[in-house]
């Protein structure tokens, strides 16, 4: 096991849609980051082959659609699609239809896409991204373009992407376990300065709970997992909610010989779907791009209209889908 030595970081509270810059809580932690030494074996993914070309199509595909706003065709037309291809993987789907009130009032007609492989299993685990995209690109550097809305291929599609590839290994190899793939929608439809007005879907899901008594042993989210030169380091809330979770599964990136983009020490605090699902008591974590000299802490692309396919990258993906069908492949 790698081992975290304790130092001295401040943590800022970062929003996966906003950018509040406040100071939230500090922590004192520095991580030891280490490296595969020449010579290791490096692991490989034994439930099947992650197939980064499968993925990139994937997320090219929801960008096709155009950006998944909540209300528009484009939003429909993709969770059509992201059911029947779920269901064509020999998943058990269930849409979660419901109208969420914006913080502006809007009524945003949304689903929570729902896919249980092995759903007689008890023992659970679940994965997760949203698929819907940001209303407008109210980081972009061109104030004249600030009202457009964002493809969302990093934010958004990116994750989707590596979990419908997930998914398509799954229904090409038995795993004795429960797998459960959750597609959240009206993640991404917030405002500064209020923390609930984002992550709008999770929050249905737990309120409502699809299936009765769902408690999966742990959860992990996908977000901003696409970008060229990410980088992944360890979040906040993860550690504070499932620190081993976090530990086994950046060791097996190490192992992978991703060290270079999965870095062993903290990143930031951030307010993602995961802190839903651990305010409700499911151990959660959250794989997330983080660029600590980026003023924003994320993606330069992020919440711009430059988040599309120009700035996506198949061995972030690799590296990212790679890690989690190994991690799976030890649950």
Not at 70 to 85: F, I, M, Q, V, Y
Not at 257 to 277: P, T
């Amino acid at each position: 096991m790698r081992r975290l030595i304790i130092g001295y970081l401040a943590f800022l509270l970062l929003s996966c849609g906003s950018n509040s810059g406040k100071v939230r809580e500090n922590l004192d932690f520095l991580a030891e980051s280490e490296s595969a030494a020449p010579g290791d074996v490096m692991m490989t993914a034994t439930l099947g082959d992650f197939d980064a070309d499968s993925a990139y199509n994937y997320l090219a595909k929801q960008v096709a659609f155009g950006p998944r706003v909540p209300n528009t065709e484009a939003h429909r037309k993709t969770g059509d699609w992201l059911s029947s291809e779920l269901k064509r993987h020999g998943a058990k789907v269930t849409e979660q239809k419901m109208q969420l009130k914006a913080f502006d009032g809007t009524i945003l007609d949304s689903r929570n896409i729902f896919a249980q492989f092995n759903p007689e299993s008890k023992d659970r685990i679940l994965l997760l991204a949203h698929w819907d995209c940001r209303p407008w690109a109210d980081k972009d550097p061109d104030p004249s373009r600030r009202t457009e809305p964002v493809d969302g291929a990093n934010d958004g599609a990116s994750g989707v992407a590596v979990l419908l590839e997930i998914a398509r290994q799954l229904a090409a190899n038995s795993i004795n376990k429960g797998v459960d793939i959750l597609f959240v929608d009206a993640e991404d439809w917030g405002t500064d300065g209020d923390e609930d007005s984002w992550a709008l879907g999770t929050q249905y899901f737990v309120e409502h709970p699809i299936v009765k008594g769902y408690s999966p042993r742990e959860a992990i989210l996908l977000d901003m997992v696409g970008g060229e030169g990410a980088i992944f380091c360890r979040e906040y809330f993860s550690e504070r909610s499932a620190p081993e979770v976090a530990e086994q599964i950046w060791q097996t990136a190490h192992q992978l010989g991703y060290d270079k983009m999965f870095l062993n020490r903290m990143g930031s605090a951030v307010m993602d779907d995961h802190v839903q699902l651990i305010k409700a008591g499911i151990p959660a974590i959250d794989i997330i791009e983080y660029h600590p000299n980026e003023p924003s802490g994320f993606n330069s692309r992020w919440h711009t209209t430059s988040d599309n396919m120009e700035g996506i990258s198949k061995t972030t993906l690799k590296a990212v889908g790679v890690t989690l069908l190994s991690y799976l492949n030890k649950f």
